[in-house]
């Protein structure tokens, strides 16, 4: 089939706009997918996926739809994640792509997410379908969505297409809409193979399996390929398209979207944004790459039963071909035995690795609390990243400590604007301004600490808002502030595994916290056992486990009560020697309760 007649385009939209039934109804209207094997979420592979109702992964499928021209065309889709942990997925996949369907729910109208990934699709130069989805529902506003459309992503108002992915309203125009709005594929003159791959996933009978995008040249089964990241050729295996299960093809031609078989052992052999390209004729430089995702936020995960250890290892080493922005590296701590640093992109990110590492892998882990990188000046002027509270310098030795910031775009009602800039104002973060986007609706734009924002911003912000809030962020560099060191001893000692760098105005909250949680969770000892939160020398929270007392007395029928005094001020010096010898003995369960719990 010709390039003229090849579009390639993504869907895009904010979380639960109705990408996924989408996607579904193009399957069927073009007849991929059978009416027998039809289902809801089609391209949702994984279990998480359709228990969440989120797509995690982008989902490419080939199609192909005669048009009302008379001219069949071959469409390559590539669903993409709406949730903002997930952004790089989405532009990954907008790289592969000419055109992009922007959906917009018809009842809740333009939100936050939404003008990220619009803002995703025009930095890539892509032509826009505009889609007015779920216009079956009471309160759809059409009309409002048309206005928004222009007020706001500057997109002519006549252009979105009114739908309902789920009664099937519109589907061929959306269809039709793509036809003629997203140009076919641009060729290259000199026919040299140039294919970027814009994901991977391992599998244990055929090796690493690399999706890609041809953008110009062929690949077919039997060619010697080389890629620019590895200094290894290989031999390609076999080739061939999403319909949406693999299905094998002769090749893969310019333009195409597919997926690529080689020799390839091991998960570190490709990397994503990578370019392949012939052995004997290569292509003279890569493709322009996408940016090098880094982790924002980084927690310990270590295996519940230590034996454990090697095939976890193993687990996120699959875990890593299949998703870029994850990364881990081995530490091992006094309470939890050895395990990994792993970086994540945000917290429900963290909890989707965590979640697949007990699915697909059955293992059995617990994570410590997330931290985020603090840059720290030296006071000898050497600078040094941090993302562990232990590697932390003593307070002596630091000049200045700065922690990550994030610029958060928040849409919400106009009715709760005052109960969120006060949930803002308490995550210590600056309004910078307020913008009324449309008689309902204001939005808030501020810059927080991404620290403070991990844990449960978002789920007060949705429940403060009854739901209709929505929020988005990006990276806003770093700033200088007043971080300690928090650690929690137990019995005088300090335990590792509960140090937390905070700021020094919440410290002394987030300690009796602490102290209070660990306090429900530590057995009782023959003798009274002290919690306390400390910075540096100062104790700022305490806590106090009572004494276990044995009733030593209990022999003693009437007599004389010196009887009775003698062996409760024997007991009373046993427990003074165990106290100055005595170590407190915290079982691994009171560990994964603490941690476990994570807030």
């Keep these: 089939m010709s390039v003229e007649l090849t579009r390639n385009f993504s869907i895009i939209a904010h979380i639960d706009h109705g990408k996924t039934t989408l996607s579904d109804r193009l399957l069927e209207q073009t007849q991929t997918v059978s009416q027998r094997e039809a289902q809801d ?35 390559n889709l590539l669903d993409t994640p709406g949730h903002v942990d ?32 619009v803002n995703l699709a025009l930095d890539q130069d892509l032509s826009i379908v505009p889609v007015l989805n779920k216009i079956d529902l009471p309160a759809a506003d ?81 060619d010697k390929i080389k890629l620019f990241h590895t200094p290894n050729n290989y031999e390609i295996k076999e080739v ?6 693999m299905t094998k093809t002769e090749v893969l031609q310019t333009g195409d979207v597919g997926y690529v078989i080689a020799n390839m052992k091991s998960s570190a052999e490709v990397k994503i944004g990578d370019t392949i390209t012939h052995k004997d004729k290569p292509c003279p430089e890569p493709l322009p790459g996408f940016k090098e995702i880094r982790p924002m936020v980084f927690s310990g995960i270590y295996p519940v039963d230590t034996s454990d250890y090697e095939a976890l290892k193993t687990a996120m080493g699959k875990l ?29 990110h963290m909890e989707i690795i965590q979640e697949r590492l007990r699915r697909e892998f059955d293992m059995d882990v617990i994570s410590t609390y997330p931290s985020v990188i603090y840059e720290v000046t030296k006071t000898d002027g050497e600078e040094v990243i941090i993302d562990n509270p232990s590697y932390l310098p003593e307070t002596q030795e630091i000049e200045e ?16 604007i005052g109960d969120v800039m006060q949930l803002i104002a308490e995550k210590r973060g600056d309004l910078e301004n307020t913008e009324t986007i449309d008689p309902m609706r204001v939005m808030l734009t501020a810059v927080v600490p991404l620290a403070d924002i991990l844990v449960d911003f978002n789920d007060r912000l949705k429940s403060m808002t009854r739901g209709y809030g929505s929020m988005d962020y990006e ?66 929270a305490r806590e106090s486990i009572s004494a276990m007392r ?33 170590k407190v003995n915290i079982p691994q369960e009171a560990f994964i309760k603490v941690l476990k719990s994570g807030d």
């Design 142 to 222: 059409v009309d409002k969505c048309r206005q928004q459309l222009e007020d706001i992503l500057a997109i002519p108002g006549e252009h979105g297409i009114p739908a309902s992915a789920k009664m099937g309203i519109g589907i061929e125009d959306i269809l039709e809409a793509v036809v003629e709005l997203v140009p076919p594929p641009p060729t290259q003159e000199d026919g040299l193979l140039r294919a970027s791959v814009f994901d991977s996933l391992y599998d244990a009978y055929r090796g690493v399996i690399s999706y890609v995008r041809v953008m110009s040249g062929e690949v077919k089964k039997g």
């Design 320 to 348: 890593q071909i299949n998703d870029a922005a994850f990364t881990y590296q081995t530490e091992s701590s006094t309470a939890l035995g050895f395990g990994f640093r792993c970086g994540f992109l945000g917290l429900l």
């Design 86 to 117: 997930f952004s790089y997925e989405v532009s990954r996949s907008l790289a592969a792509c000419e055109g992009a369907i922007l959906i917009i729910d018809a009842a809740q109208g333009v939100e936050a997410q939404t003008m990220a990934n």
């Design 401 to 416: 400590i700065r922690e990550p910031m994030v610029r958060i775009f928040v849409m919400v009602p106009g009715d709760y």
């Design 550 to 582: 044995k009733n030593v007395t209990a022999k003693c029928y009437g007599g004389d009560i010196s009887r009775k005094r003698k062996l409760l001020e024997k007991q009373k010096k046993g427990k003074a020697k165990m106290k100055a010898f005595g």
């Design 240 to 245: 061939g398209h999403f319909t949406p299960k």
């Design 475 to 540: 990276h806003a560099g770093y700033r200088a502030a007043k971080m300690v060191k928090m650690d929690m001893l137990i019995a005088g000692e300090p335990v590792e595994a509960f140090s937390t760098i905070v700021h020094r105005d919440k410290a002394q909250s987030r300690g009796r916290e602490l102290a209070q949680k660990l306090k429900e969770v530590i057995p009782q000892q023959m003798f009274v056992v002290a919690i306390q939160a400390a910075i540096g020398g100062n104790i700022i």
């Design 41 to 75: 979420q089609l391209l949702d592979a994984m279990d998480l996926e359709r228990e969440k109702g989120i797509t995690i992964k982008s989902h490419p499928v080939t199609m192909f739809y005669k048009a009302r021209d008379g001219k069949t065309y071959k469409l």
